[in-house]
Every structure is written in structure tokens, then in C-alpha cells.
């Protein structure tokens, strides 16, 4: 497996299925008292997030405490960004901590890349701007597995603001690579050109939306829209929100989080039994654990830490 985590092309699809499978494993350890193994105690995570999160963020932080790792969560906000160091300077400067991971949530495409040019840790993207969320397909196929056992042949629609989404573009490589048939449907306007070269189909109307076994609604990203993408919200919501009519009755209802309530999903189908979302959120934290556990046990620990060091120890 690569050293870093910046895009679901780093992944074989072996390697997803060891980090599913390991994922399971840790899921015992957050059904325990004391959710906590040693495994990468001593070794240090930094978190640098310059894009809002709720979800990336508490989760990352859980997963590394989890593990036992040391860690540091900085945000653009009241860090020395605010005074105008760079990038490249902020990471340099961690560097002095001899971080194991770096995990980077930043708005601009190829950061996390950039990030692993300048540093010796493992960088892990926790989502780069309109580029990828690798981790967000993981904890999607994770939750999405524990429904049907098997994704393979399993029919996923991606459903609305394509354009502008990355974690569409980091499904469509994941689902494929597991043998998802994917589609993804929205107006014209928010579908990217060329995204069938990913292995997708396109469709821009719900009318086939019945033919999916699993619905995946993006959300309409605002602040990522410069220009008018769509005549309004409500013309969108007319045309392509899921609700309790289109969403049929076994099929499985996804979103990454945050929901726009009324916009891309009506209240109805939120609160069905259909819908994974809340799943999704529980998913993060053993998904998160099993990628620190992938990139960081066992490898790059100091010789002297290691030495002393009670043998690997296993996450269940
Ligand atoms: N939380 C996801 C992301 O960070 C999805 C979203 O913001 O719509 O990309």
C-alpha cells in the first residue's frame, strides 16, 4: 500500500477490502467500555484543517485518541494561516514534532499532495477542495457492506451536485473498483464533462432512479458556486430532491453529510429507515482507525520506540 492516502487511486481494490475488514475489527473495540488499544502510542497525528468540518474532523481526532496516538488539531482560524504562512511553512514547521500522519482538509484541489512533497509522514487527505475524500468512499462502502454483504454488481445512483462534489468523485472510483455499477444524474449544468470516462453512466433526469439499489444524494455545494448552476433551489428541489414518491421502498438512502434540508432531501426520507446517514457518521471512526492503522503501525516508528515495545498489538 502507498505511504499516503490522497486519493482512492491509491488504493487496489485488495487493499480497500483489508481496510473494510480491519475497520470490522475495530468496530468491537468501540462497542467496549474503554475504546482504546495502544497501537500507535507515542507516535503523533496532526490534524490541519482549513475547510469547516463536523464530521471529518471529530471523527479523524476520535480515530487517532482511539489508537492511543498523540494528537494536535489546528485550524486555518487561529493559527499563524490567519498571519500569513503558507502551506509549505505550517507543515515544515509541525514537521519539527516528528509527526507520523499528517491528515489535511484544505479548499484548494492537490493540497494534500503538495503536503506529502513537503513532509516525511503519511499524509492522508481529508478532502481537497472540488478533488477527493478518500475516506468518506471508505466509511460509505463500509456502511454500505454491512447492509448487503456483497457491493459486487450492486446498482448506485449519485444523485445532484456533481460538479463541485469530491466525495463524487472519490464514490465513482470506489464503487467501481468494487463492482458497483454507478450512475450519476443531476441537470447538465452540474455534471461534469467527460465523468463517464471514470466508468459511470450519466442520466439527467430521475426517471430511472427505481433501477438503483442505492440512492447517494450529494448536497447542493453553495459555497462552491460562483455562477448560477441552477435557475433556483426550489426549481432544483422540483426536479431532482429525493422524497418519500421518488425513493422506493427497499431502496438504501445515502448522504456525506451536511444535509440541506428540503433541498436535495425532503424530511420525509431523512428520517426513514432507509436512509444510512447517521450510520454513515458512526462509520468514520473505525474507518479513519483502520487507514491510521494501514499507513502508520509498524511502519517509520523509531528504532528505539520500537524496541521497547510490546509486540504489535491486534485491534480486537
Ligand atoms: N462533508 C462532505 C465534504 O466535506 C460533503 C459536503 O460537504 O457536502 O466534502
Given at each position: 500500500m502507498h505511504p499516503h492516502l490522497l486519493s482512492v487511486d491509491d488504493l487496489s481494490r485488495d487493499d480497500i477490502e483489508r481496510i473494510l475488514g480491519r475497520a470490522e475489527s475495530f468496530a468491537e473495540v468501540s462497542g467496549r467500555e474503554i475504546k482504546k488499544v495502544p497501537t500507535l502510542r507515542g507516535r503523533t497525528v496532526i490534524n490541519l484543517f482549513y475547510e469547516s468540518s463536523t464530521r471529518t474532523q471529530s471523527s479523524f481526532e476520535l480515530a487517532a485518541k482511539r489508537l492511543s496516538a498523540d494528537l494536535i488539531t489546528l485550524k486555518a482560524a487561529g493559527s499563524a494561516v490567519d498571519k500569513g504562512e503558507s502551506l509549505k511553512d505550517t507543515v515544515q514547521t509541525l514537521s519539527a514534532y516528528d509527526p507520523a500522519a499528517i491528515v489535511i482538509r484544505s479548499p484548494h484541489a492537490g493540497a494534500a499532495a503538495l503536503v506529502a512533497r513537503w513532509t516525511s509522514a503519511s499524509v492522508i487527505n481529508a478532502g481537497d477542495g472540488k478533488h477527493e475524500h478518500p475516506t468518506q468512499a471508505l466509511l460509505d462502502l463500509y456502511t454500505l457492506k454491512r447492509h448487503v454483504?456483497?457491493?459486487?454488481g450492486l446498482k448506485v445512483w449519485i444523485v445532484g451536485d456533481v460538479l463541485h462534489s469530491r466525495v463524487a468523485r472519490s464514490n465513482i472510483l470506489a464503487f467501481t473498483r468494487m463492482g458497483c455499477e454507478v450512475t450519476v444524474c443531476g441537470p447538465p449544468t452540474l455534471i461534469p464533462r467527460g465523468i463517464e470516462s471514470l466508468g459511470c453512466g450519466v442520466r439527467h433526469?430521475?426517471?430511472?432512479?427505481?433501477?438503483?439499489d442505492v440512492v447517494y444524494a450529494l448536497r447542493m455545494q453553495r459555497e462552491r458556486m460562483?455562477?448560477?448552476?441552477?435557475?433556483s433551489l426550489r426549481e432544483y428541489a422540483a426536479r431532482y430532491q429525493i422524497d418519500g414518491r421518488r425513493l422506493g421502498p427497499t431502496q438504501l438512502l445515502m448522504h456525506p453529510g451536511p444535509v440541506n434540508r428540503g433541498v436535495e432531501l425532503a424530511a420525509e426520507v431523512i428520517d426513514s429507515p432507509q436512509a444510512l446517514i447517521a450510520e454513515q457518521v458512526e462509520s468514520g471512526v473505525v474507518v479513519r482507525m483502520a487507514v491510521l492503522y494501514e499507513l502508520l503501525a509498524g511502519r517509520g516508528a523509531p528504532s528505539a520506540a520500537r524496541a521497547d515495545a510490546e509486540p504489535e498489538p491486534q485491534p480486537a
Open positions: 454483504g456483497s457491493l459486487e433526469t430521475l426517471d430511472e432512479l427505481s433501477s438503483a460562483t455562477g448560477s448552476f441552477v435557475p
